[in-house]
């Protein structure tokens, strides 16, 4: 077809009223037309009754301490910090004009918990999250090991809010190929290729169901006595790895042999000696129905299994904070002393049936959660003993995905859920990827509240998704449309904050960035708003959870 100057300007024409017409929709943004309102959460006076009892464990432990809790956060940072936490991004610019319209008096964290729960990318995200302490970051052996099938399940028994006890059960335990039982990938991660092992390892078993299911460190115990107590035991690390002996590899997949025993050799003995599966405490609890591992996965979930209850607590509450109530995550004491709140949170856990997401709705509705991160008075800043107690919001860093997130919906109107084009997904998922490669990331230890390295702020500052995301693009970056369609230079700055910060310019920033944008016009005014979400994605507040 040879090139016609005519059907290119019509086309070029085309596009500029789809343009001009999406940018006059943008105003529903601005100040001009009213979203979809958010409706209120149904009152759930379980729920409340619960809240109350975790909410006075806290309160007595401040009063205990003489500390004085920070005031409760707005709306905006209890959304952010919510949207950070189950789906890896702050609200869109859309999501907050939703947001502000949830009548007087509703509860805006009900209400956002809601909001997220009804949308597919919170399970996606926090299965992910979840899959690092099931299974690690690694790839695993290729031919026997699927992580994103297991990741995709997991997320779809999220988003049914299946219980977290019967979804342990079932990695436990599983049996079938890892392509069509992917929960059967628990098992295969620990395959080595090519070490002439029948099944998966027994030891990287009993350490991994240890840490992430019950909260307990034993790995050290393979080889010796606990050094610090005599609390754990040898015998008891093997005895738990020898509820993983039987099971085997074979043509149709993971499946066990009854007959098969375990054997190890023993600190300061000469021979192997064959190992019974016993578990480590609570054999009262314990049936003996099944095979060894549909025991173990039973016992292991067992409403009188308390440390299961506070693994998955800890755990849970790490995701929202961004630091867990006992530290180091998947290393707590199962004799105590605990700190206010983990048992509270443990019972009401395990009341539920281990309901995962009225967990999160527990933590997301309690006292620490609600608190300020900062103090009302700046010459007396929060302190440490305030964080420390969970009487003040800690201050934690965003971990890499949820940085590149935050770049990503930042500058992009509408929220990236669930009915976001594919196009729209994949690129997001390409752009992710490799930010996350270039910014590193901490993979099993997301937790350690590292705060950013020079190469990290670099990356922020000159890297590629930065640059595209902000650089002017009328039809990809909302940087621009916001810039060329605001009723006014006022309402683009508030626009570009609450897409950025999820919070609305202080009375200098807003007067000091309208000046900038005084007067400007075409590509003058497309820079000057490119630097000005350029500064917003580099302040310090954008990479942290307030």
Not at 339 to 350: D, N, Q
Not at 354 to 379: G, N, T
Not at 488 to 499: G, P
């Amino acid at each position: 077809m040879s090139f016609s100057p005519l059907r290119a300007i019509l086309r070029l024409s085309a596009l500029g009223a789809i343009v001009a017409a999406s940018g006059m929709l943008l105003w529903r943004h601005f100040d001009s037309g009213k979203p979809a309102p958010l409706p209120a959460a149904k009152p759930d006076p379980a729920l409340a009754s619960a809240v109350a009892k975790v909410n006075a464990a806290f309160l007595a432990s401040w009063t205990k301490a003489a500390l004085e809790p920070t005031p409760e956060a707005d709306a905006l940072t209890l959304a952010r910090r919510l949207s950070l936490a189950l789906t890896g991004a702050p609200p869109s610019l859309e999501e907050i004009r939703r947001l502000e319209s949830l009548p007087d008096g509703a509860d805006p964290v009900a209400a956002w918990l809601d909001h997220l729960f009804a949308d597919r990318r919170s399970a996606d995200y926090l299965a992910e999250r979840f899959a690092r302490a099931f299974v690690g970051v690694e790839t695993g052996p290729f031919l026997v090991y699927r992580r994103r099938r297991l990741v995709n399940w997991l997320g779809d028994q999220i988003e049914t809010n299946r219980p977290y006890g019967a979804v342990v059960r079932d990695l436990v335990s599983a049996e079938g190929l890892w392509t069509t039982k992917p929960e059967t990938n628990f098992l295969t991660v620990t395959l080595e290729e090519g070490n002439g092992k029948k099944g998966p390892d027994e030891m990287k078993l009993a350490g991994r169901t240890a840490r992430a299911f019950l909260g307990l460190s034993l790995d050290c115990m393979q080889c010796h006595d606990d050094f610090f107590g005599d609390r754990w035991k040898q015998a008891d690390f093997h005895q738990l790895a020898s509820f993983f002996a039987q099971a085997e590899l074979n043509l149709t997949g993971i499946h066990d042999d009854p007959n098969k025993a375990y054997e190890t050799r023993y600190l300061g003995e000469k021979a192997s000696v064959k190992v019974a599966a016993v578990v480590p405490y609570g054999s009262d609890f314990f049936g003996k129905d099944g095979s060894r591992r549909e025991q173990l996965a039973r016992w292991i979930t067992h409403p009188d299994n308390t440390p299961f209850a506070r693994a998955a607590v800890n755990r849970t509450w790490a995701i929202l904070f961004g630091k867990p109530l006992v530290d180091p995550v998947d290393n707590l004491p199962i004799d105590g002393p605990f700190p206010a709140g983990l048992e509270a949170l443990a019972r009401e856990f395990t009341a539920s049936g281990h309901d995962l997401q009225r967990l999160i709705r527990l933590i997301a509705m309690s006292e620490p959660f609600r608190r300020e991160s900062r103090s009302p008075d700046p010459d007396t800043p929060a302190t440490m003993e305030q964080e420390t107690a969970w009487a003040a919001f800690p201050l934690t860093p965003l971990r890499p995905e949820q940085v590149a997130g935050s770049v990503i919906q930042s500058t992009t109107l509408k929220a990236l859920d669930s009915n976001t084009h594919f196009l729209q997904k994949l690129r997001r998922f390409g752009e992710t990827q490799d930010f996350v490669k270039r910014y590193g990331d901490p993979g099993e230890e997301e937790f350690a509240g590292e705060s950013g390295t020079i190469p990290q702020r670099l990356l922020l500052m000159n890297g590629k998704l930065v640059r595209e995301r902000t650089e002017p693009n009328p039809v990809m970056n909302s940087s621009t449309r916001i810039a060329r369609y605001s009723p006014s230079d006022e309402t683009a700055v508030k626009a570009a904050f609450l897409a950025s910060l999820t919070r609305y310019p202080a009375h200098a920033e807003l007067a000091h960035f309208v000046s900038g944008l005084a007067g400007t016009k075409g590509e003058d005014r497309d820079r000057a708003f490119t630097d000005l979400c350029w500064t917003l994605i580099n302040t310090t507040e954008f990479s942290w959870n307030r």
